[in-house]
Nanobody, 124 residues
Framework: QVQLVESGGGLVQAGGSLRLSCVAS????????MAWFRQAPGKEREFVAA????????SYADSVKGRFTISRDNAKNTVFLQMNSLKPEDTAVYYC?????????????????WGQGTQVTVSS
């Protein structure tokens, strides 16, 4: 049974930082690209960042470039999202996702497994 469990969300003031974690109980974790998406109330789910399986190639949405960093620890089946200089518009539920291929993709439909999400709220 595949399970992705996110943690690390919370309430933070604008300019602050949070670090999200996602532990994946999934076969061949190191062969899978991992990603973070987010969804704000009344909005569609949007891509945030992704990292490839073994080359650790990363990609980011323009809105978070220079502020967020995605990383992974294949020995611990864990992917991280370090979020700095947070803004109120970053407020959303953040979801971890895994796909069956090494290469990253910014489309939600490219990912096979999803976590339950963790709430991030940034106050102004």
């Amino acid at each position: 049974q595949v399970q992705l469990v996110e943690s690390g969300g919370g309430l933070v003031q604008a300019g602050g930082s949070l670090r999200l974690s996602c532990v994946a109980s999934v076969r061949a974790f190191s062969s899978r690209a991992m990603a973070w998406f987010r969804q704000a109330p009344g909005k569609e789910r949007e891509f945030v960042a992704a990292i490839s399986g073994t080359m650790y190639t990363t990609s980011y949405a323009d809105s978070v470039k220079g502020r967020f960093t995605i990383s992974r620890d294949n020995a611990k089946n864990t992917v991280f999202l370090q979020m700095n200089s947070l803004k109120p518009e970053d407020t959303a539920v953040y979801y971890c996702a895994a796909r069956a291929f090494q290469l990253t993709n910014a489309r939600a439909e490219a990912y096979d497994y999803w976590g339950q999400g963790t709430q991030v709220t940034v106050s102004s």
